[in-house]
């Protein structure tokens, strides 16, 4: 089995990758392919940054992309010590939902697994939700992990 996490190192991301250690405990010829996106907004239309406060930006977001998908391997390192997973890691520059999508496609992956971050309704009108996006258009299974916990703990009402 092909499985493919995406990550962005939030709490629900290691939450979902603590849960996805779990399930493929007992799964034998595993590979996991760790995939993290990161993108750069600007959020002003009027605003014209610099190259070199782009250049820094894009650096500080491809180090926090690739840090999160170490964490994610660590993490499925400890959960899976005596397992003989082929794990490979991806750190990518574009839209999340399109990337991981695209992965998944090319990669031939059986399942994708991700955390929710739920936003809420509002932010999640102004922002998107990669999730959403990567059930809808994902050529496999999604398995989207909500912990209720993390998510009771980090949910706002609005």
Same mark, same amino acid.
């Not at 610099?50 to 660590?74: D, G, R, V, W």
């Not at 998944?104 to 939700?129: P, Q």
């Given at each position: 089995?092909?499985?493919? @996490? ?5 709490? @629900? ?96 992956? +059986? ?20 999730? +959403? ?17 993390? @998510? ?7």
């Amino acid at each position: 089995m092909k499985i493919l @996490f995406a990550t962005d190192g939030s709490t @629900f991301s290691q939450a979902a990758v603590k849960k996805m250690c779990r399930l493929v405990a007992t799964a034998k010829d595993a590979a996991i392919k760790i995939v993290s996106v990161y993108s750069i907004v600007i959020p002003l239309d009027d605003f014209a940054p610099s190259a070199e406060f782009t250049e820094e930006l894009e650096k500080i977001q491809k180090a926090q992309a690739k840090n999160a998908a170490e964490k994610a391997a660590e993490t499925i390192g400890q959960c899976l010590p005596d397992s003989k997973l082929a794990l490979t890691t991806k750190i990518s520059f574009g839209k999340p939902p399109r990337v991981i999508v695209e992965t998944a496609k090319e990669w031939n992956a +059986d399942l994708i697994v991700m955390g929710t971050h739920g936003r809420g309704f509002w932010k999640r009108m102004l922002v998107g939700s990669v999730s +959403d996006a990567v059930v809808h258009y994902a050529p496999c299974s999604v398995l989207v992990i909500r912990d209720a916990k993390t @998510f009771s703990e980090n949910m706002q009402l609005e």
